[in-house]
């Protein structure tokens, strides 16, 4: 039998996720939405299964705006939410978004008790962890999306400062998807090369800090929304690597446990992601400056935690 993966949320991060992991044939596709929504995830993962016999992908995509077809997933994505819109930071989305993710948890939990829960929602590392509390299911299930993207981000724009294939640039950006997350530039080479022997320290920092606004930048662009392409990417990376047991080691936003020294967050780190979820977390050694660093992401999502309003 394929492995059924399923998408709440069916507009630009769910619809471009869909998109992505059909064209890998990873398994089928349920892409679920509000009664509100009426024909729409049901016209969309029609659409994308007529390009299956031009692009040759023999993928099946259910639209539904019921749970039921949904029933024993072995990968649930939660794309359901608000996007900010300019002027909005992801933070303020805190309480709009906790009462989706609150709708969603209680419908697909009970049907999928089993699968493993990737959540793309923002504010993330908030959106995670009132999914992992609600869930009750253990932590190795429940992710969030966010470094693997941040990380593509900063890899990108070295690539394009360097003129150098993106394949070659390794980076890691850790901590929370806000605007305090923590770029790693001890960790970030290019072809095994210290980016710090490449590059001058003002075009290093100007990276981190593009980096760390890259979702702001697609949004002060688009006007609309936010940006759809490279999240959607980035969410089918975490899906292969899982259901095809990869061990891919990328930064996801997990339940901290006195990793790092951080209890009761969720909060971007190094990962290894197989078949079971988050199979092993790997703690890096940090020196004061990246510390520090950390410690004002930690902050933010505390922050955001505390503006969390009860249901
Ligand atoms: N973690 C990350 O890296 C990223 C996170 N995001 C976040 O992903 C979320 C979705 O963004 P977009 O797809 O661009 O927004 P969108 O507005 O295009 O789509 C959101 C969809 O969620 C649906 N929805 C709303 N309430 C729902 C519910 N209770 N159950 C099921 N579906 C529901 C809406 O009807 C809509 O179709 C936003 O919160 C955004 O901030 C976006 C990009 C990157
Ligand atoms: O910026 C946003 O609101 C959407 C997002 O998380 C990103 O693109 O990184």
């Known amino acids: 039998m394929r492995p059924k993966i399923t998408i709440v949320g069916a507009g630009n991060v769910g619809a471009t996720t869909a998109h992505w992991l059909a064209e890998r044939e990873l398994g089928d596709i349920v892409l679920v939405d509000i009664p509100q929504t009426e024909g729409m995830p049901k016209g969309k993962a029609l659409d994308l299964m007529q390009a299956g016999p031009i692009v040759g992908y023999n993928t099946r995509l259910i639209g539904t705006t019921d ?118 530039v001890r960790f970030t080479t290019v072809a095994g090369i210290p980016i710090s022997m490449l590059l001058p320290k003002e075009k290093i920092d100007a990276i981190v800090d593009r980096t760390r606004k890259g979702g702001g930048e697609i949004v002060s662009l688009l006007k609309t929304g936010s940006a759809y392409y490279a999240p959607g990417a980035a969410v089918a990376q975490m899906v292969e690597a899982i259901l095809k047991d990869q ?65």
Do not use: W
């Not at 939660?78 to 002027?87: E, N």
């Not at 303020?92 to 009970?110: F, Q």
């Not at 909060?267 to 510390?291: D, M, S, T, Y």
């Open 67 to 184: 749970y039921e077809p949904t029933a024993n997933s072995d990968i649930v994505v939660i794309t359901a939410g608000v996007p900010r819109k300019p002027g909005m930071s992801r933070e303020d989305l805190v309480n709009v978004n906790a009462n989706i993710i609150r709708d969603v948890i209680s419908k697909a939990v009970p049907l999928s008790p089993n699968a493993i829960y990737i959540v793309v929602t923002n504010p993330l590392d908030t959106m995670t962890y009132l999914a992992y509390k609600l869930s009750g299911l253990p932590r190795e299930r429940v992710i969030g999306q966010a470094g693997i993207l941040d990380s593509a981000r900063m890899r990108t724009f070295i690539a394009m400062e360097l003129d150098v294939a993106v394949e070659n640039v390794q980076a890691m950006v850790l901590g929370g998807h806000g605007d305090e997350m923590v770029p790693m």
């Open 247 to 311: 061990k891919l080691i990328v930064p996801c936003s997990v339940y901290l446990q006195g990793e790092y020294g951080l209890h009761d967050i969720c909060f971007g780190v190094p990962v290894k992601l197989g078949r079971k979820g988050v199979e092993q977390i790997i703690e890096l050694p940090l020196n004061e400056e990246e510390r520090a660093m950390l410690e004002r992401s930690v902050q933010l999502i505390r922050n955001t935690m505390a503006a969390l309003q009860p249901a």
